[in-house]
């Protein structure tokens, strides 16, 4: 339940034991679990003063006390995060959906599923924000914080600034090469269905220099969400009129690769090189998803529809060379 991959026919504690050590510092840690998802949540702290991350779904801090996971309220070294009532197997998503961008090759913080003593699932990552051994902190701060723009309503996060102003800050502030893998972020949070990908759900550390911090709150989304929603959290272009070529001209609601050329190239990066490293990212997204999907905890109807939806955005995806349909003749006299 950390790394997706078999385990031996003996031992089913369900985890690796180099898997635990990864995750949890430990390889006999006490992972003694409340009954069902009802009494974890009854067990929750309440938002306690100290309880610095925020966010829209339910989640919690945890550490490890006396070699024993606890429920903690500050201090924590891992985030909790049991799925939504109302969206069952978010957990599942979450965690496969991590999983796979690990073995894609992105930075990503280890993490895993606990199994509550009634076998609900709920996700668990360790904070990239402090340091496992010592609870040294590392400040980080959201692209809003990072682009100045202030928090005093709720849906800032999705209309304050596009993907192309956090790319252009990126660059200014950290170069072309962090620009770049934001940009793959978003490339894969399409190919994925990551609906939810807006301007809190990307962090930097500043210290020792400006810089992404690890991959975190990615899965696929669009599987609860209905098809006329917009795909993308964010609008792509500072001039909000403007859409990118494929997704404005051809009004099926996808998105093309070329589209995020569109956006790379406008930003300031270079179109060979963004366009080779979205093709790299393809073909790496279409090998390792199948399976990581499949060895996934998500019941199987879910799996079929994850692979599907990653199926059909990689169709999109890979339409690499969109160009404008060139105005008709009646058209442009
Ligand atoms: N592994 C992590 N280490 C440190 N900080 C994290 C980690 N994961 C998330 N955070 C911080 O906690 C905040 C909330 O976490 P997350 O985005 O996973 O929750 P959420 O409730 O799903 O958010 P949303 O508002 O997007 O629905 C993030 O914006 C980020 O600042
Ligand atoms: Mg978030
Ligand atoms: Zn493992």
């Given at each position: 339940m950390i790394c997706l991959k078999t385990l031996p026919e003996k031992g089913t504690s369900g985890y690796h034991g180099k898997c635990l050590e990864r995750l949890?510092?430990?390889?006999?840690?006490?992972?003694?679990?409340?009954?069902n998802r009802k009494d974890l949540v009854s067990k929750m702290p309440k938002q306690?003063?100290?309880?610095?991350?925020?966010?829209?779904q339910m989640k919690c801090q945890m550490a490890i006390e006396d070699k024993k996971l606890k429920l903690v309220d500050h201090n924590g070294q891992f985030i909790m995060k049991p799925s939504p009532e109302e969206y069952a197997n978010v957990a599942e998503n979450e965690h496969a959906t991590l999983t796979l961008m690990d073995r894609i090759g992105f930075d990503v913080p280890p993490c895993g599923l606990l199994r509550l003593q009634d076998d609900h699932l709920v996700f668990i990552i360790r904070r990239y924000d402090r340091d496992f051994e010592t609870g040294m902190k590392a400040h980080q701060e959201d692209a809003m914080q990072a682009l100045g723009i202030t928090n005093e309503d709720a849906s800032n996060k999705y209309t304050s600034a596009s993907y192309e102003e956090v790319l252009k800050m990126v660059i200014k502030e950290a170069g072309m090469a962090v620009a770049m893998e934001l940009l793959l972020r978003l490339v894969f949070s399409y190919a994925v269905g990551n609906d939810d990908h807006h301007l809190k759900n990307i962090s930097f550390y500043h210290d020792p220099m400006f810089r992404l911090t690890p991959c975190y709150d990615v899965l696929a989304s669009s599987l609860y969400s209905s098809a006329s929603e917009n795909p993308m959290a964010l609008p792509f272009f500072e001039d909000r009129e403007a859409l990118p070529s494929y997704y404005g001209n051809m009004g099926n609601g996808f998105y093309a690769g070329s589209d995020f050329i569109e956006l790379g190239v406008r930003a300031g990066l270079l179109e060979a090189a963004v366009r080779k490293r979205i093709s790299q990212l393809l073909r790496k997204v279409a090998r390792l998803a199948p399976a990581a999907i499949h060895d996934s905890y998500m019941p199987d109807e879910m799996k079929e529809k994850y692979v599907n939806l990653v199926r059909q955005r990689l169709t999109f995806l890979d339409v690499l060379d969109y160009t404008n349909p060139k105005p008709t003749r009646e058209g442009s006299r």
């Open positions: 949890f510092g430990d390889k006999e840690v006490d992972l003694d679990l409340p009954e306690t003063k100290g309880f610095s991350i925020s966010g829209v």
